[in-house]
């Protein structure tokens, strides 16, 4: 198998032509090939040497990613199961909203995280993706896309912990907001989303201008611990600590994800907790009514108990939002993203087959 290219970040191709005696700007114009155009084959690069295609042929690959299922929801919400090279498979899912169209994607097979409430979690960790399998969702799901219809924001937030696959989601970050070359989405319209990993965060917040996501689920360092494993190694305060301390540009806010669950942390008790725990971060909290799946033993809130929940935030003075569940009809709803799963799809049978 000869390597992808799209694996290799924008420095590592200059090197490599500069190395074969080509000009260093013919990165920029491969790379313009590969991501903004599109291209699945080295002779379609019309505007390089037959000899520099003919050499790209010869070294490397363009893999593509194969689309094994695709299951629409009532809402528009579309799910992906995309096959891997190795036979693995991996779900993304895009999500139409009035006006934008945001495409969540996933960072690993299976995850090591083992939160308590997730499907993800089931799997167990399988691997990391490489940066073109990350990339390679926007691309794959970008050519299903009507005429005039263009991906416009991207969430870190399918299958993984993307922070643990710190180095691969960084290229595919570089590559997502690259005006020049790459796919051109403004930082701010990408949002990675993590369980906490405090080294990795500061890092980020360092490198990128990503926006954050930090999944919290819990106020105090009890429930947060039962529900999230990596609770023990950074806890609910050394994060906060954390938080109080990123380099933020003004008025650039982190986003906390709070999955409400029925009796366990849905309490009024447990929402003015959370406002204490937020003190002093600039924030916005998601609120997430949990999205059952088969495996899983929690339940929902009833509406009114979420409301009451948010109600406790707006007083505080919190910005608050309430997700509502998309494609909660074909599991692609957070949180309900599990691969390999069969029968998971939303259809019948019958559909299944005509697919
Ligand atoms: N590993 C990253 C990103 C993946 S999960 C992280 O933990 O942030 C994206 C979000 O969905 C997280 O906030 C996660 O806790 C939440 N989630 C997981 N399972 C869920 C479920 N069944 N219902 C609602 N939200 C869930």
């Not at 494609?327 to 799963?341: E, M, T, V």
Request: charged share 25%.
């Amino acid at each position: 198998m000869k390597p992808n290219i799209k694996d290799l970040s924008f420095s590592e191709l200059s090197a490599f032509l500069i190395e074969r005696k080509h000009p260093a700007y013919r990165a920029k114009q491969i790379c313009q090939w590969l991501f903004k155009k599109r291209a699945v084959a080295f002779s379609a690069m019309t505007n390089l040497s037959q000899g520099l295609r003919d050499e790209l042929a010869k070294d490397f690959s363009i893999g593509r990613l194969s689309i094994l299922r695709r299951a629409e929801s009532r809402d528009g919400t579309v799910k992906f199961l995309f096959g891997l090279a190795d036979g693995q498979s991996i779900e993304s899912v895009l999500i139409p909203e009035t006006n934008r169209l945001t495409l969540c994607i996933s960072t690993q097979v299976g995850c090591a995280y083992g939160c308590a409430f997730c499907a993800t979690a089931l799997l167990g960790f399988k691997r990391n993706l490489t940066s073109s399998e990350i990339i390679d969702q926007i691309i794959e799901a970008s050519r299903e896309l009507a005429a005039g219809q263009r991906i416009t924001n991207i969430v870190l937030m399918g299958m993984g912990e993307p922070l643990a696959n710190y180095a691969n989601t960084l290229r595919a970050i570089e590559i997502m907001t690259d005006g020049g070359w790459g796919l051109g989405i403004a930082p701010r319209r990408v949002t990675l989303s993590s369980v906490g990993l405090i080294p990795q965060i500061q890092k980020l917040m360092e490198e990128t201008n990503v926006s954050l996501a930090i999944s919290l689920h819990a106020a105090s360092e009890a429930v947060r611990g039962k529900l999230m494993p990596v609770n023990k190694k950074y806890s609910l305060q050394a994060l906060m600590d954390c938080c109080r301390n990123l380099p933020l540009p003004r008025r650039k806010r982190i986003t906390f994800e709070y999955v409400l669950l029925r009796g366990v942390n849905d309490s009024v008790a447990d929402a003015t907790a959370l406002c204490r725990v937020l003190g002093g971060v600039p924030s916005k909290v998601n609120l997430i009514p949990f999205n059952p799946h088969p495996e899983s033993e929690f339940e929902r809130p009833a509406d009114a108990d979420v409301k009451r929940f948010q109600q406790v935030l707006f007083d505080h003075n919190i910005q608050v939002n309430v997700r509502r569940p998309r494609g909660d009809d074909i599991a692609a709803a957070c949180g309900q993203l599990q691969g390999q799963a069969e029968g998971r799809w939303g259809e019948s049978a019958a559909q299944r087959e005509a697919c």
